[in-house]
T-cell receptor, first 110, second 114 residues
Framework: SQQGEEDPQALSIQEGENATMNCSYKTSINNLQWYRQNSGRGLVHLILIRSNEREKHSGRLRVTLDTSKKSSSLLITASRAADTASYFCATDLTGNQFYFGTGTSLTVIP | DAGVIQSPRHEVTEMGQEVTLRCKPISGHDYLFWYRQTMMRGLELLIYFNNNVPIDDSGMPEDRFSAKMPNASFSTLKIQPSEPRDSAVYFC????????????FGEGSWLTVV
């Protein structure tokens, strides 16, 4: 069964704007990760945030985690056309068994 | 490292035929995962191995699916007999032993069963 659900399912923005995607999950987690998938390619890891962390940055990416609400958000600042992809959150219940959400499809219009 | 290597990248086969998908994980990674991705169901974990031993195969859809990992550098996912509803992208992934590590994905095997 899927643990994470992303929102929105699809997002279209202009280049230079910020993109925010949200992930909600159902049970307590140890870690939450965000992955990116370009069309026709495999998933690529973006960032990991642990359950005792509230915010993490990596370049233009900012991830927040609210364990009380069982939710996380991924913010991409100053978006570029190359950011066009699907973004997935993944949560772990036991060890290395991660469950992926349904993904948010992001389109950045040049 | 070359990353996780999967083959074939694309396969079209007729219903009833046997399909074998292959995977070479990243050297040194103790965990290997097989995922299936479809538009309807998203990304589903089929099975994962730790040190070549299957740990959880509860995601394997039915007996037509089987997976093996004869050694640390090779795994197969077999579908016999294949059906049109098996059409999907099958991803192999691997990760290190430590909890909360990054999962590295291959480029996927795009399977079409006609």
């Amino acid at each position: 069964s899927q643990q994470g659900e992303e929102d929105p399912q699809a997002l279209s923005i202009q280049e230079g704007e910020n993109a925010t995607m949200n992930c909600s999950y159902k049970t307590s987690i140890n870690n939450l990760q965000w992955y990116r998938q370009n069309s026709g390619r495999g998933l690529v890891h973006l960032i990991l945030i642990r359950s005792n962390e509230r915010e993490k940055h990596s370049g233009r990416l900012r991830v927040t985690l609210d364990t009380s609400k069982k939710s996380s958000s991924l913010l991409i600042t100053a978006s570029r056309a190359a950011d066009t992809a699907s973004y997935f959150c993944a949560t772990d219940l036991t060890g290395n068994q991660f469950y992926f959400g349904t993904g948010t499809s992001l389109t950045v219009i040049p | 490292d070359a990353g996780v290597i999967q083959s074939p990248r694309h396969e079209v086969t007729e219903m009833g035929q046997e399909v074998t998908l292959r995977c070479k994980p990243i050297s040194g990674h103790d965990y290997l995962f097989w995922y299936r991705q479809t538009m309807m169901r998203g990304l589903e974990l089929l099975i994962y191995f730790n040190n070549n031993v299957p740990i959880d195969d509860s995601g394997m859809p039915e007996d037509r699916f089987s997976a093996k990992m004869p050694n640390a550098s090779f795994s197969t996912l077999k579908i016999q007999p294949s059906e049109p509803r098996d059409s999907a992208v099958y991803f192999c992934a691997s990760s290190l032993e430590v909890l909360g590590n990054t999962i590295y994905f291959g480029e996927g095997s795009w399977l079409t069963v006609v």
